[in-house]
């Protein structure tokens, strides 16, 4: 007999001989049914069949013989006895034919109650090795596994262990089949072959499942009579294929309290397997499913899953789940040397998965495995690889470490081993886990209080504060915007997120917090130029700290003496910071050191600390006269500076205000460009006109001491009038007067004209001046067309243009070149809108009634 | 032309209690391929058994004959060469002759019965059909006329029981139950070990063993079990043997070293010789394990083995 060439004709010779059979028996003709059938079986014979048709072959068949089966079943013994049959089938030629008769028949002679089970079922899994084809014997096996799965089914403890023997049997036959299978045909197709296996094994697993089904919750039976034959033929069929799916397979049918009493079994299995089998997906696997037996857990909490591991039937040794895992680690290292620190690093991160899940709390377990990977690591002797940064990535930013994150935070500060295993890790890993670090800690609302555990984050995060060294040489190309160009800083986020460190400090002790804070900036100093990106941190803190004093003292006055003490080291304490940062980035960050001076000196101004409020502003200006040379950075620091100084209450004493102010004005009307100077001079003139505060109880009009010299304020303007006068280019220079105007008109609202001696004369006197001024830009100005977009001048002297179909605005440092000619209108249209405001003014105010604005057609 | 040359009478023979007789069918001897599925079917007797029926002598109505005696002889003899086309020539062993006397010389009028017994008669050997020999029992009834005899055969089927298995001169051992166990290979490419339950069987029996693989280098497509029937005949220079076997599967797909794989196989259904030998004539039984490989070889190892009949 032989069989179809394709499955296509295979199906329908199947189909055809599925009809016959069923006409033949419903007309009692056994023998010719059983030819029929025969011949349909011969198509299992062909060897052309890639698995997949083979199976689709086979599940044809399977029907088919289902209903020869019943037919068997119906009529014994009325028209024939199937032990006759069971001989009669044997007469079969071809081996696999007869053998799916003999299992059919058989099988159905299982049925009825007088049957030799035992002897039935023992012959046909005997008579089943002869067929040595790996794709035949294992469906041949599988049709016998599927047919006597009823009669498996048994409370007889010794039937059980009979029927288990059985299929243990058939499963490492079939496993040594399915083996074989690998090592078929040509080289070169082997990856194909392993392909197709893989699409064979839940033959080979069903076993295993019904092993699951009979054993049900016999622990015992399970330990003693399943699990050692398995395991053995595991071991020895030498297969990574098949290793991997039986023991994965094994993990997952038996239920999870068999696998937590023999969990010293199933690992030490895995030491057996071939070497390159990976025993880390073994573990992972086990892994899971022990975490997934917590969740499946009513009540998941420790007591009671130790009460529960108590009433399994298991030694108290092995109670402890992470301690086997721990032998097993070391018995793996141990017994293979030869794997990896790569194959390593997975089986660690499982057990510590592990280990996080059933013991939460316990911090040994994790430095344990951790430093057990540091030593592997030192071993190895040379760097890893990059490319397999990512498993330690894995390992150090472990999901389940991470996902408490107080929990993480303990294991940073408290792991001796955490920390070692990152220090030996690659720059770029470590730089990119201190990110994912310092994500976590700043998220995670934690406050750092104590120097130890400061000093072990900063530890771990020193790889991020070293990289200065290499980054120097670009920051040296930023250096020379970094004074104007505000948005280069924020470019730096890895520096940005270090500097965080320095805000999670926390100490309710204010001595506490300051050790804390010299930690953070003995640390940053390593920075090296990254100074200026950590340094204003530690700072700002200061400040913090001092304003915290002094709410201690206004809350305890008792204590201020000692509070003021404080103050003043802390104070001390800034200053130096902000002289290592000087002494650190020199060049690099003079406008940052600059601001910090002055804004220290301000926070000391209000504090009511004038000696040292005077010495931080001297030190503003040591370092504006010393390094500040870029002309935009000049201005905008006297602008800063003069701020500052306006506020100040508590330098009058010693006339040191005096000195500062004069000092800035006379700064400001040296800057190189006339604009500049000029908008510097009519800035200081408000130093010499303070304003209230009303947080410190200053009121307009009924404080009377407030520090003001009219006459001072005059000369300002009137020099900054000068030199807007002597600017060659007429629109910056009406502009510029305009300004000054405005400027004239805030004086001449707040204050007498006899002591601003800004008056209406003056005023007036402007306005004529400024007509004249503008007459000639308003001849350019008609010339050009109006195209709606609009051009302003800021006051810091940027441009600012407003296009009519953009809302923003964008704003430029240099005039815009290609609408030049709208320019002339900026001043024209300026001094437009003064003029309007001044006549509005005449309504609220008489005195603007004196100022003559004149028709401004 | 068969209306001359019909025989003036008619014999029949009718053995005792033949229709309640076991029969056997065997496939007609005949050499005509149309009649090649025709069996026919002959009354079983046993050795020792007596052979006794009743002799029927139809004479045709109205005609008388004339006959110098009629003789009835039990006869068992080997042909052999059947199939030569010489049919004269064919040589013929009579191994058994046993005759008598039915009736003296005399006229028969109308039709006459004789009874006749053979008592106890020792048959030696089984019948058989095979392609060159036929070992064949008859009863021949011979009416003497003085023109051409006419005769009458009637062929009966003997079986020969055997309670015990024959102790032939090929088994050497005393043992009948020992296991034949073989152990056979190719040099660094194929080693089995073999091993039968025992060497005798009766027909019924079933054979049972094993093989066990010690090496294979070889890629075994399968492997099959062939029960060999040889008959021989002649002697050594004219010697005319003939095979008939049956094939049986028992392994598909190439086995790995370590590999056992069970042989069982049931002799019943099949239609088997048991090993009968005399004078010029043998039939032998040999169970051959043939190993054919991936590209068609065939390795095969040839065991004799001893079959008989037995009562069940």
């Not at chain 1, 039937?159 to 299978?181: D, P, Q």
């Not at chain 1, 089904?213 to 622990?219: A, L």
């Amino acid at each position: 007999m032989s069989y179809a060439e394709n499955i296509e004709q295979a199906i329908s010779n199947c189909r055809q001989q599925t009809v016959l059979m069923q006409r033949c028996l419903s007309q009692g003709k056994l023998m010719d049914a059983l030819k029929h059938t025969s011949i349909m079986l011969t198509e299992l014979r062909s060897p052309t069949l890639s698995p997949k048709q083979y199976y689709e072959l086979y599940i044809l068949i399977y029907d088919s013989l289902s209903i020869l089966s019943s037919y068997f079943v119906e009529c014994h013994p009325k028209k024939h006895h199937l032990a006759d049959l069971y001989e009669l089938v044997q007469y079969a030629g071809n081996i696999l034919p007869r053998l799916y008769l003999m299992i059919t028949v058989g099988s159905s002679y299982l049925q009825s109650s007088d049957a030799p089970r035992e002897e039935i079922l023992k012959d046909m899994i005997e008579m089943c090795k002869g067929v040595q084809n790996p794709i035949r014997g294992l469906f041949l096996r599988y049709y016998l596994s599927q047919r006597t799965k009823p009669f498996f089914e048994t409370e007889d403890p010794e039937a059980k262990r009979a029927n288990i023997s059985l299929i243990v049997a058939n499963f490492i036959e079939m496993n040594k089949l399915w083996v074989r299978l690998q090592h078929q045909g040509p080289l070169r197709e082997r990856e194909q072959r392993t392909r197709e296996r893989k699409e064979l094994k839940i033959l080979v697993g069903t076993n295993l499942v019904r092993l699951s089904q009979i054993v049900e919750s016999d622990f015992a039976m399970y330990r003693d009579e399943i699990l050692p034959l398995v395991l053995e033929q595991v071991v020895q069929c030498r297969d990574i294929v098949s290793q991997e799916y039986l023991l994965d397979v094994i993990c997952q049918v038996f239920p999870d309290e068999f696998h937590l009493g023999t969990l010293s079994e199933l690992l030490s299995t895995t030491l057996k397997l071939s070497p390159a089998a990976p025993v880390n997906e073994v573990v992972l696997t086990l892994v899971e499913r022990l975490n997934g037996y917590i969740d499946r857990q009513e009540h998941p909490g420790p007591d009671e899953l130790a009460k529960k591991l108590e009433s399994l039937d298991i030694s108290s040794e092995s109670q402890n789940v992470f301690f086997v895992f721990w032998k097993f680690l070391n018995q793996l290292n141990e017994e293979r040397p030869d794997l990896s620190l790569q194959e390593f690093a997975p089986i660690i991160k499982g057990i510590l998965k592990l280990t996080l899940r059933w013991y939460p709390d316990n911090l040994s377990n994790v430095d344990v495995l951790l430093k057990f990977m540091y030593e592997k690591c030192k071993e190895s002797g040379q760097t890893v690889p990059e490319d397999y940064d990512y498993l330690f990535q894995e390992l150090l930013l472990a999901n389940d470490l991470r996902h408490d994150p107080r929990f993480f935070y303990q294991v940073l500060t408290k792991c001796e081993s955490y920390q070692k295993l990152f220090r030996v890790q690659n720059k770029g890993l470590q730089k990119f886990c201190v990110n994912e670090i310092l994500d976590a800690i700043t998220h995670a609302d934690l406050r750092i209080s104590s120097e130890t555990e400061l000093q072990k984050i900063l530890g771990v995060c020193e790889v991020m504060i070293e990289v200065g060294a290499e980054k120097a040489s670009s920051s040296l190309i930023l250096d020379e915007d970094d004074g104007t160009d505000a948005e280069k800083w924020s470019l730096n986020a890895d520096q940005e997120k270090l500097a965080k460190i320095a805000h999670l400090c926390y100490n309710k002790s204010i001595e506490k917090h300051t050790e804390l804070l010299i930690a953070c900036r003995e640390w940053f100093q390593k920075g090296d130029k990254n100074a200026k990106y950590l340094y204003p941190a530690v700072i700002c803190n200061i400040w913090k700290l001092i304003r915290k004093c002094q709410l201690m003292i206004k809350r305890k006055p008792q204590r201020r003496e000692k509070m003021s003490t404080t103050i003043k080291q802390l104070f001390k304490l800034a200053s130096r910071t902000i002289n290592e940062l000087y002494n650190t980035c020199e060049g690099g960050c003079l406008d940052l050191l600059y601001k910090l001076n002055l804004q220290t000196a301000s926070l000391a101004d209000q504090l009511e600390l004038g000696d040292i409020a005077y010495d931080f502003f001297s030190q503003a200006f040591t370092i504006f006269e010393e390094s500040l040379s870029d002309s935009r950075t000049q201005f905008q620091a006297i602008v800063n500076m003069a701020q500052t100084l306006q506020k100040t209450r508590s330098l009058y004493a010693e006339s040191s205000y005096d000195t500062l102010i004069t000092r800035c004005t006379l700064h400001g009307s040296k800057l190189l460009k006339k604009q500049d100077q000029c908008r510097a001079v009519y800035t200081c003139s408000h130093l010499w006109w303070a304003t209230e505060i009303s947080l410190l109880g200053e009121e307009e009009g009924v404080t009377d001491n407030f520090f003001r010299e009219g006459k001072r304020v005059l000369e300002c303007l009137q020099r900054s009038l000068r030199v807007a006068d002597s600017i060659m280019d007429n629109v910056q220079s009406c502009q510029l007067m305009v300004e000054i105007l405005n400027r004239c008109c805030y004086y001449f609202v707040h204050g007498d004209e006899n002591s601003t001696h800004v008056g209406t004369k003056y005023i007036n006197g402007l306005i004529e001046l400024i007509k004249t001024n503008l007459k000639s830009l308003k001849m350019e100005a008609n010339q050009g067309e109006d195209s709606g977009e609009r051009f302003f001048i800021g006051t810091d002297g940027s441009y600012i243009h407003q296009s009519p179909v953009n809302s923003v605005s964008a704003v430029y440092n240099k005039p815009p070149t290609s609408k030049g000619n709208n320019l002339a209108s900026v001043p024209i249209e300026f001094f437009q809108r003064t003029l309007q405001y001044i006549e509005d003014q005449k309504d609220v105010d008489e005195r603007f009634k004196a100022i003559s604005v004149g028709s401004t057609s | 032309m068969s209306l001359f040359f019909k025989s003036p009478i008619d014999i029949e023979v009718l053995l005792d209690g033949e229709e309640s007789r076991k029969h056997v069918e065997v496939a007609n001897a005949s050499n005509n391929s149309t009649a090649k599925t025709l069996k026919d079917r002959f009354p079983v007797y046993e050795d020792g058994e007596s052979v006794s029926g009743i002799v029927t002598l139809r004479v045709k109505e109205g005609r008388k004959l004339e006959h110098l005696g009629v003789k009835v002889s039990l006869i068992g003899s080997v042909d052999i060469s059947k199939s030569s086309s010489d049919y004269k020539k064919r040589p013929v062993d009579t191994f058994l002759s046993l005759s008598a006397d039915l009736c003296p010389q005399g006229e028969l009028m109308h039709s006459q019965s004789f009874p006749f017994s053979f008592k106890d008669v020792e048959k030696r050997y089984d019948s058989y059909r095979g392609k060159n020999v036929d070992v064949s029992y008859y009863v021949k009834v011979t009416v003497l006329r003085k023109s051409t005899d006419v005769v009458k055969f009637k062929r009966f089927w003997c079986l020969l029981y055997n309670s015990e298995p024959p102790a032939p001169a090929l088994s050497k051992s005393s043992d009948d139950a020992k296991p034949v166990k073989l152990d056979i290979g190719i040099e660094n490419c194929l080693h089995i070990e073999f091993e039968y339950s025992k060497s005798q069987y009766s027909l019924k029996d079933v054979i049972v063993g094993r093989i066990y693989f010690l090496l294979t280098r070889l890629k075994v497509k399968h492997m099959e079990l062939s029960l060999v029937t040889r008959e021989t005949c002649g002697l050594e220079p004219n010697q005319l043997s003939d095979t008939t076997s049956i094939r049986y599967e028992i392994m598909d797909g190439s086995p790995v070293k370590g590999e056992t794989i069970p042989i069982r196989l049931f002799l019943g259904g099949y239609d088997l010789t048991p090993n009968s030998n005399f004078n010029h004539f043998s039939i032998r039984n040999y169970l051959s394990l043939v190993i054919i490989d991936e590209d068609g070889r065939r390795y095969f190892k040839q065991s004799e083995i001893v079959l008989y009949r037995k009562r069940n």
